[in-house]
């Protein structure tokens, strides 16, 4: 089993930053997807960015330019920078990791950003 714990969400204006951690601990195998998702209100989950543990990243186009996906494999840890953040951003942040055809997910972070 592999187990998710995120950290780093809050309240921000517009303009603002935060910085989301996940920390994944348990039976994680060295060859892995771990990743940011996010789900607003009335609206289905979706792909914020992902970063393969040999560094390739995958980032939805809305944030493109804004967020910056990282991970530190030694700690099986990957971490979201959110800079410029909009209201349009508010939702909760869920973290993921995938090996193979099994997907683990985190609690979830809630995140809102201020007009």
């Known amino acids: 089993q592999v187990q998710l714990v995120e950290s780093g969400g809050g309240l921000v204006q517009a303009g603002g930053s935060l910085r989301l951690s996940c920390a994944a601990s348990g039976n994680i195998f060295s060859i892995n997807t771990m990743g940011w998702y996010r789900q607003a209100p009335g609206k289905q989950r979706e792909l914020v960015a992902d970063?393969?543990?040999?560094?390739?990243?995958n980032y939805a186009d809305s944030v493109k330019g804004r967020f910056t996906i990282s991970r530190d494999n030694a700690k099986n840890t990957v971490f979201l920078q959110m800079n410029s953040l909009k209201p349009e951003d508010t939702a909760v942040y869920y973290c993921?990791?995938?090996?193979?055809?099994?997907?683990?997910w985190g609690q979830g972070t809630q995140v809102t950003v201020s007009s």
């Open positions: 970063m393969t543990n040999f560094g390739s990243t």
């Open positions: 993921k990791l995938r090996h193979g055809y099994n997907d683990y």
